[in-house]
């Protein structure tokens, strides 16, 4: 599953759990209850719904919705491990065509305009340029290598804080649609 679709699928299922909780009339509760980051007061808003079947789904419903969301995490992290090793393997090849071209290309212009010291002026100044190219590719392969690498770490915090606490039921009380006894 990709992260477009399990973005799109999460957004399906919590577009479904706001209409289950309107159906229930928890609404407000529930808005309070995440406002207030208390999932005791949000579980207890589900488990107050009467209706034992809107109960099931708001459960399951919810239960899906977390391990969608710990499979995206788990996804954004591999995604992010994978742009690091892009931007190392990039910063890798070096693009000694562009210093040599830009190097031959200055060499011709002067020999173009001054004869033989335009080609030697050419020459050093194509030198230069070729280094000067080479250093601005290597400061923005490392740019793009940092950035990766802080993409990756946020990913790798939001992943952990997913697993401190993953789920809002427990798969005995996903199973029953009760608290536990």
Known sequence: MGGDEANREMDELSILISSLEARAGITEAVKQAREAGAP?????????????????????????LDRLYLQKCDLDVSLAKEEVSK??????????????????????????????????????GGFYLGQWLLASIKKENAREIEHAKH????????NEASRVDPYLFSAEELEACERPG
């Open 40 to 64: 005791d007061r949000l579980r207890a808003a589900y488990y107050s719904v009467a209706d034992a079947e809107l109960k099931r789904q708001l459960i399951t419903t919810t239960g899906k």
């Open 87 to 124: 931007a190392i393997e990039k910063a890798k090849k070096q693009p000694w065509h562009l210093s040599v071209t830009s190097s031959i290309g200055a060499v011709i212009i002067g020999q173009w305009i001054l004869g033989f010291f335009g080609a030697i002026a050419g020459a050093i």
């Open 151 to 158: 993409l990756l770490a946020l990913a790798q915090q939001r």
